[in-house]
């Protein structure tokens, strides 16, 4: 009797420690390979990456990639817009310093104030994108068989 509850012991230790290895092993991947994301800086384990650099990232997750490429083409226009309502700006600026010609200057600042808009509503259609996109990648290298 003895030998059969010393048995089960043992059983019951070797069976905790095999599962405490897979717990260990997810708890390493969590830390040193899921990406971070604080602002404009992105953290994988002690990696510092960029934007650019989370192209690279995204191998293990279809999903992500897809998200992370509509990060990158909100991002993109975003830029764009931004450029062009400093532009308009200082060309309202400019018109009115030439001509006195205040209608084209209100016109130019109206296109400013909705180009700057449009290009905020960008940036953060663009940063919810790729949020999405880091939650699934990580999801998808934690748990990489799931559905």
């Known amino acids: 009797m003895l030998k059969y509850l010393f048995l089960?012991?043992?059983?019951?230790?070797?069976?905790?420690?095999?599962?405490?290895?897979?717990?260990?092993?997810?708890?390493?991947?969590?830390?040193?390979?899921?990406?971070?994301?604080?602002?404009n800086t992105y953290l994988k384990g002690n990696e510092r990456l960029t934007f650019k650099d989370l192209s690279r990232e995204f191998s293990m997750s279809d999903l992500g990639f897809d998200s992370y490429m509509k990060a990158k083409k909100f991002k993109t226009t975003s830029?764009?817009?931004?450029?062009?309502?400093f532009l308009a700006g200082l060309t309202s600026l400019a018109v009115i310093a030439n001509n006195g010609n205040t209608n084209?200057?209100?016109?130019?600042?109206?296109g400013q104030v909705a180009l700057g808009y449009s290009a905020a509503k960008h940036g953060s259609m663009s940063a919810q994108n790729l949020d999405r996109a880091l939650w699934q990648r990580n999801k998808d290298l934690l748990f990489p068989n799931t559905q």
């Open 8 to 39: 089960l012991m043992f059983s019951l230790a070797f069976t905790k420690s095999l599962l405490s290895q897979k717990r260990d092993s997810l708890k390493y991947k969590y830390t040193n390979f899921t990406i971070y994301r604080y602002g």
């Open 79 to 85: 830029t764009v817009m931004r450029w062009a309502s």
């Open 104 to 110: 084209t200057a209100v016109v130019l600042l109206g």
